[in-house]
């Protein structure tokens, strides 16, 4: 018994495609800021809850045929009664090879879904880190 997952069954004697491949070439920061601009003062707890705002984005672009980055942008501030508390931007990074794709841009939409989804947990752990960092220091 063979699996096709859907997809037509193999025939006898005919040459095996591979399938799809992704991989992952490197990960980086391209860019990190995180700002504290009413420091001390904002760190003391006041009556108020502050209000955040996250805000999450992908981007993709081709680097060669077969290579695309793909890059994370993690931006948000916290606010009460209009004073900013902090605010920081992640722009996290990652190069991913695409093999045996098929079809004119197979595989880059894919790519883009699927690889801040295997690295994301590293962004946001880069970011819990950098705001402990920022109250501790103070």
Do not use: H
């Amino acid at each position: 018994m063979s699996t096709t997952n859907g997809g037509p069954a193999p025939q006898p004697g005919a040459p095996q495609m591979p399938g799809p491949q992704i991989g992952v070439l490197m990960q980086y920061v391209k860019d990190f800021s995180f700002e504290n601009p009413n420091a001390p003062r904002s760190l003391t707890p006041g009556p108020q809850q502050p209000s955040i705002k996250i805000n999450i984005g992908v981007e993709a672009a081709p680097l060669a045929e077969n290579d695309v980055e793909v890059v994370l942008r993690l931006d948000g501030k916290a606010e009460v009664q209009g004073s900013v508390l902090f605010g920081f931007e992640l722009l996290y990074a990652g190069v991913f090879r695409v093999l045996n794709r098929t079809g004119s841009g197979a595989g880059r939409s894919r790519t883009t879904i699927i690889s801040p989804a295997a690295w994301m947990r590293g962004a946001c752990e880069r970011m819990s880190c950098a705001w402990r960092a920022s109250i501790s220091s103070t």
